[in-house]
């Protein structure tokens, strides 16, 4: 049995009541039914507060991902500096101009090895992971417990 209610909208709403029951040809009555039920609903908050949460895992995981690649690619230059600034001695100013050419040329092959690997979808994060990742494993079992 079924209760009558009688209540009266805003224009605007009762409107887009009546556009949207007929775009979806359904009753006005069902829609208003479908949508109070919906909004009581008990467990409607938690369904959200669910879908809310593992959004945020989601995200989660995907910054803690991109954390790590950011410090792999930031250790990864600093080693290079490093050692670059270590073992490079410095030019005497006879070779200077032909040195600055054929680094002018490296950095051109440099930059179009860059764009190649970019463009196969290989990252060094991912490099470095598939050849960390099976000497642990390694270095696991070995390791007495």
Do not use: C
Request: charged share 30%; aromatic share 6%.
């Amino acid at each position: 049995m079924r209760t009558r209610h009688t209540f009266r909208l805003p224009p605007d709403l009762a409107g887009q009541l009546a556009e949207y029951a007929d775009r979806k040809r359904v009753s006005q009555a069902l829609v208003v039914e479908t949508a109070l039920s919906s909004f009581l609903s008990p467990d409607n908050s938690e369904r959200m507060e669910a879908a809310l949460g593992r959004r945020l895992d989601r995200l989660t995981r995907q910054l803690e991902r991109l954390e790590r690649h950011v410090t792999i690619s930031n250790e990864a230059l600093a080693l290079f500096v490093r050692f670059w600034l270590t073992a490079t001695p410095p030019l005497p100013d006879t070779v200077q101009s032909a040195a600055q050419a054929k680094g002018r040329e490296r950095y051109e092959g440099f930059i179009e090895a860059l764009g190649r690997r970019l463009a196969k979808g290989q990252s060094l994060a991912q490099e470095v992971s598939s050849d960390i990742e099976p000497r642990g494993r390694q270095g696991e079992k070995s390791s007495p417990v």
